[in-house]
């Protein structure tokens, strides 16, 4: 008689975890009869911020196949908690790096600029979503442990749900998303050393669950400080896109950050040129000047000894900062808007790049 029911609950999918109930131990016991079921859900947490959601999917999947529905909300017992935490993990050890485990194959890029107020924030977070928006499995890390303004940018207002030493993190526009922003209260400056800046990031990889990601994007500070090296160490298959605009002045500081990486032993995917020009009605006027983008990529190129392509050129739009400031990315919102069109492309062209897989082990057997 409980075969209807599971199949129902089947469809409910846990919004943080964005796995079926019925497959994360959360289905209790079913009592069903023909035209009405009595059913036992176990939320992970006393206080779980999905209840609300679950409990309402949940009635809604059962009330499609019975009359009667009765629902008893409680919370799992600490042995349940572990089995799940466990099949999450899958089998790997608490406060494992699963980015550097044999045979992962997500693709971690570092988006980084030499100085602040290019717009490599706002860049990440929109590349991010448009990845998502493309069927990409998407997670990102606001590593700017001193600027960090990710959650603001995508309005995301409720920190990770933590069960025990597990985090699992916010899920906006379909990324999971993580910031040292969501453990400061009150807009308080983080005035933190070396060690602490390193053991913050290094949590973000190791206590958060990414479950199977097809990208990682890390909002790196602006320069060459801590905490870049700490995630060149922490993440050295990585690749790096660098962002500059076309001042030559702002070029070659953006060229240390690419520089850096090439030290800590990450590949370069390229630069992208941000506020390249103003469209007016006649014509494009280049306010900041031109060609920075492409002098920061031949030079890398020449660091590296390795082709360093020119991913694309965003105009300067209003759009683009006023979404911003109201928390949405515009590459959803106005994705017309010149600015969106040229990120969703770089996205795309992302995407379609076989990601490489020297290295890699891959689970073949062969009989």
């Known amino acids: 008689m409980t075969e209807l029911a599971l199949k129902a609950l089947s469809r409910v999918i846990d919004p943080e975890l ?24 176990k939320l992970t947490i006393v206080g779980c911020p999905a209840a609300q959601s679950i409990e309402r999917d949940v009635r809604e999947a059962l009330e499609a196949v019975y009359e009667s529905v009765e629902l008893e909300m409680t919370t799992m017992t600490s042995e349940e908690r572990d089995a799940l935490k466990l099949k999450l993990r899958g089998d790997k050890p608490i406060r494992h790096n699963p980015f550097v485990q044999p045979g992962n194959l997500t693709r971690v890029i570092f988006v980084g600029s030499g100085k602040g107020g290019v717009g490599k ?5 929109n590349l991010a979503v448009a990845l998502a928006a493309q069927g990409q499995k998407v997670g990102l890390i606001d ?12 309005s ?78 922490l993440l050295p298959n990585a690749q790096s896109i660098v962002v500059t ?51 920061v990529a031949t030079r890398l190129a020449e660091l590296s000894g390795q082709p360093v392509a020119l991913l694309g050129q965003l105009p300067l739009s209003a759009s683009l900062r006023s979404e911003a400031d109201r928390g949405l990315p515009i590459v959803i919102s106005q994705p017309e808007d010149p ?27 062969v009989s």
């Open 18 to 41: 964005r796995q079926p109930i019925t497959e994360l131990g959360m289905v209790g016991k079913l009592e069903a009869q023909k035209n009405s079921i009595r059913a036992q859900i």
């Open 121 to 125: 924030s706002t860049l990440t977070a």
């Open 143 to 154: 590593a700017d442990i001193f600027g960090y303004s990710i959650p603001g940018l995508l």
């Open 156 to 233: 995301i207002e409720t920190g990770p749900t933590k069960v025990d030493e597990l985090m699992l993190p916010p899920i906006a526009f379909d990324v999971r998303v993580i910031s040292i922003g969501f453990f400061v209260a009150d807009n308080k400056p983080v005035a933190w050393r070396g060690p602490m800046l390193h053991r913050a990031v290094e949590q973000f990889l190791t206590d958060v669950y990414w479950g199977d990601l097809d990208f990682l994007l890390v909002d790196l500070p602006p320069g060459t400080g801590d905490v870049a090296i700490s995630l060149g160490q």
């Open 245 to 295: 605009t076309p001042q030559h002045t702002a070029a070659s500081v953006a060229e240390r950050s690419g520089a850096i990486g090439l030290q800590t032993g990450q590949k370069i995917l390229g630069v992208i040129e941000n506020m390249s020009y103003l469209e007016t009605s006649s014509g494009r006027e280049f306010i900041f000047g031109e060609g920075g983008g492409q002098a």
């Open 339 to 365: 600015a969106a069109q040229e990120i969703i492309r770089i996205a795309s062209a992302l995407a379609n790049t076989p990601r490489g897989l020297a290295g890699k082990s891959l689970p073949l057997n």
